[in-house]
């Protein structure tokens, strides 16, 4: 994988799990998707399309973003992620706030930033 797809898989996957949070919280959801993918061990493209991980990528018709103006508040939030510290303490998931899924019990509870939960 080129580092171009790399980046456009981390920016599509910050688009469509996070366009409407403030700038912490994409972020925090790049934060997640490079630990996972640091974890383990795979290209960011994999890691973000792994079955039942991130629910856009089984939900969406079409992976394009229809609102270019989002998208590219979501590249300068991945382009922050990758120039800055990991302030989640190394969070792989997290989910919106007014959910309570199965598996967070199974992890540490960190932080929440903008509506999402993060967990370790």
Known sequence: MTLLEGLLWLTL????EARSEPLVGQVAVAFVTLNRANEKQLPIKD????PYQFSWTFQK????PDDPRAFFECLK????ALQTSD??????HYHHKTVNPY???????????GSHKFYK
């Open 87 to 92: 302030f989640t303490n190394g969070a792989t």
């Open 103 to 113: 598996w967070s019990s199974h992890f540490t509870y960190l932080d929440q930033y």
């Open 13 to 16: 996957n910050v688009y469509h």
């Open 61 to 64: 018709d079409s992976y394009i």
């Open 77 to 80: 939030s991945v382009y922050i």
């Open 47 to 50: 890691v973000v399309k792994e």
